[in-house]
Nanobody
């Protein structure tokens, strides 16, 4: 069993910063891509940032230059540093990871429970 546990959400004023963390735990053989998604009320879930197993990062155009994704492979943890936050960044942020639990198993996608980020104007 694998769990992703997020932390770091909260309420912040526009222009402020928050740092989200997501730790994967359980029966983990290897972790591939790790990513952050978000879902605002009435909108579809969207990809915010991804950190691939090869070390590449990609960002949604709306957060480029403001958000930074990083990961600690030894801790199976991914972070999202969010600076210059805007009210339109308000959403529930979800951690996503592709994990192999044994040497012979396929990669499975896991999701965290979500953490609320609210940016006031």
């Amino acid at each position: 069993q694998v769990q992703l546990v997020e932390s770091g959400g909260g309420l912040v004023q526009a222009g402020g910063s928050l740092r989200l963390s997501c730790a994967a735990s359980g029966s983990i053989f290897t972790t591939s891509n790790m990513a952050w998604y978000r879902q605002a009320p009435g909108k579809q879930r969207e990809l915010v940032a991804i950190f691939t197993n090869g070390g590449d990062t990609n960002y949604a155009d709306s957060v480029k230059g403001r958000f930074t994704i990083s990961r600690d492979n030894a801790k199976n943890t991914v972070y999202l540093q969010m600076n210059s936050l805007k009210p339109e960044d308000t959403a529930v942020y979800y951690c996503n990871a592709k994990i192999r639990t044994t040497t012979w198993s396929s990669l499975t996608t896991y999701w965290g429970q979500g953490t609320q980020v609210t940016v006031s104007s």
